[in-house]
């Protein structure tokens, strides 16, 4: 388990309640020192009700919080200027210029004069906005402007950065230049904690994640422990035109530890998808598509938090 001085967040029984509404229902969490920890969960899990409490900026209704040791409830000061947040809108200052919103904000720490003028450089340096120092905010990217969040919540040099969706509504490629940026942050000792509703993100950042439905932790683990618990090594997609694929799964649902009918294909969940496949065919079953592919984090999303859209 390592030192103890090690984990920086813990909570015990944490419950965030809006009036009747029990947004958070008593979760227990540790995040350790050096590691990018994810909460994942569909939207209203109460993925942000959490991360708005460990930012201290809302107070828990019920169990307790320790976040660097501190009690964010009488300790929130403190807290504040330890962490960084990076929220899920850019809240950027339009009125200001690039390298401003940085400096501004870093005089709101009482870092001096001259010291935050070096760290706004060096940060624009890191997430590759130097070009753009004196740019206007409005004329950024989408990426642009998430890098520069991202940037101005490590102006004060946090031990803890908080992302919520990080990278939500970024064109791929500017997704890619993001991770790059927390990946290098990790190897240099930030604790990463994010939320995230992308798999891939989760696959890619986190060292550890637990998985949030309606205001519980529904699993823990690593990205591959968790596709080892609940799901199995591959899966084998089969498509079968326009025949009735509950009727079919019926016929070969044992083939498989797992089967899953969606309206346009059945998932077989397996431990070897091509001989799964070739099974199938051995009963007489022609697939007009198949495809087998590794098991993913997205695979185990769906099963714990299920299909459905959650508005």
């Not at 965030?16 to 939207?43: C, M, Q, Y």
């Not at 005089?107 to 070096?118: D, M, W």
């Not at 070897?272 to 496949?277: F, H, I, N, R, T």
Request: charged share 25%.
């Amino acid at each position: 388990m390592g030192d103890p001085g090690d984990v920086l967040i813990q909570a015990a029984g944490l419950r965030k309640s809006f009036g009747t509404f029990e947004a958070v229902r008593g979760i227990d969490v540790e995040v350790r020192r050096g590691e990018a920890f994810g909460f994942l969960g569909p939207n209203g899990a109460g993925k942000s009700s959490t991360m708005r409490m460990v930012a201290a900026v809302s107070p828990s209704s019920a169990g307790s919080l320790r976040i660097l040791g501190l009690d964010p409830a009488s300790d929130g000061p403190q807290v504040r200027a330890r962490i960084g947040v990076c929220p899920q809108e850019d809240n950027l200052d339009l009125e200001l210029n690039v390298r401003d919103n940085l400096y501004v904000y870093g005089r709101f720490f009482g870092i001096p004069r001259a010291e935050v003028r070096k760290r706004a450089d060096e940060l624009l340096a890191f997430v590759q906005l130097s070009d753009k120092a004196t740019a206007k905010v409005d004329d950024l990217s989408g990426g642009m402007k998430r890098r520069l969040t991202i940037a101005r919540s490590l102006i004060n040099r946090p031990e803890i950065l908080l992302l919520d969706e990080p990278t939500t509504g970024l064109d791929p490629q500017a997704r890619h230049v993001v991770w790059d940026r927390l990946f290098r942050l990790k190897q240099s000792g930030v604790t990463l904690v994010l939320t995230t509703h992308y798999m891939d993100e989760a696959e890619q950042l986190c060292d550890r994640l637990v998985v949030m439905d309606k205001g519980l932790i529904v699993a823990e683990g690593s990205p591959a422990e968790l596709i080892r618990s609940y799901s199995t090594r591959e899966v084998a997609e089969l498509r079968f035109g326009g025949e009735d694929h509950g009727a079919i799964a019926g016929k070969i649902g044992d083939l498989a530890e797992r089967v899953e009918v969606l309206p346009d294909r059945l998932l077989l969940y397996t431990a070897d998808g091509e001989a799964c496949v070739a099974a199938v065919h051995d009963r007489g079953f022609t697939p007009t598509t198949s495809l087998v592919r590794r098991s993913s984090l997205e695979d185990v999303f769906l099963r714990l938090t299920g299909r459905t859209l959650v508005d």
